[in-house]
T-cell receptor
Framework: AQSVTQPDIHITVSEGASLELRCNYS??????LFWYVQSPGQGLQLLLK??????LVQGIKGFEAEFKRSQSSFNLRKPSVHWSDAAEYFC??????????????FGTGTRLTVIP | DADVTQTPRNRITKTGKRIMLECSQT?????MYWYRQDPGLGLRLIYY???????NKGEISDGYSVSRQAQAKFSLSLESAIPNQTALYFC?????????????FGPGTRLTVL
């Protein structure tokens, strides 16, 4: 069965510091992996996704993520965090149930606080 | 205008009341989804729909029902609300059934059941 683990519930970083959010997945087939961001009072917005090819994926807002099959990980990184990056971040794996369904299985989220 | 809208944005109701949450989209997508978000649990899928004639249960469908009135509209109903249905509810859409597809989310409805 598919599952996603985000080990860090809450992370605090200083503005300008680098960021890495961890994500580990469990899935029997080729994983399709996503990072979404939820800003306060907003819905979820896609940051980036990986489904094949280059294992380093570039996304919006200066984020990138690296797929490591050997570690079952898809960690999100940003070299220099801005105060506007404060939000909740969700990693998800896309699983096709073979019936035409495209279902996302989400991790529990990591809340990012940015201090001046 | 937003591509995926949800009404109401906030709702407080009492135990035993029937309540409907509505979702509309202008993206022209066939696939629509309802999720609930609880602190520490992430998002969990309640129901999803391929088109107006196809409705499927997700992980946590008990206590909920849905209606796909048109390609653009997908409603979630709580027939008899209970306090543990207090949560943030999201509607989402996608273009097709591929697992690589992006899902587009509405802003959410915060529901409180007293």
């Amino acid at each position: 069965a598919q599952s996603v683990t985000q080990p860090d519930i809450h992370i605090t970083v200083s503005e300008g510091a680098s960021l890495e959010l961890r994500c580990n997945y469990s899935y029997g087939a080729t994983p399709y992996l996503f990072w979404y961001v939820q800003s306060p009072g907003q819905g979820l917005q896609l940051l980036l996704k990986y489904f094949s090819g280059d294992t380093l994926v570039q996304g919006i807002k200066g984020f990138e993520a690296e797929f490591k099959r050997s570690q079952s990980s898809f960690n999100l990184r940003k070299p220099s965090v801005h105060w506007s990056d404060a939000a909740e971040y969700f990693c998800a794996v896309g699983a096709n149930r073979g019936t035409g369904a495209n279902n996302l299985f989400f991790g529990t989220g990591t809340r990012l606080t940015v201090i001046p | 205008d937003a591509d995926v809208t949800q009404t109401p944005r906030n709702r407080i109701t009492k135990t035993g009341k029937r309540i409907m949450l509505e979702c509309s989209q202008t993206k022209g997508h066939d696939r629509m989804y309802w999720y609930r978000q609880d602190p520490g649990l992430g998002l969990r899928l309640i129901y999803y729909s391929f088109d107006v004639k196809d409705i499927n249960k997700g992980e946590i469908s008990d206590g909920y029902s849905v209606s796909r009135q048109a390609q653009a509209k997908f409603s979630l109903s709580l027939e008899s609300a209970i306090p543990n249905q207090t949560a943030l509810y999201f509607c989402a859409t996608s273009d097709s059934g591929r697992a690589t597809d992006t899902q587009y989310f509405g802003p959410g409805t915060r529901l409180t059941v007293l």
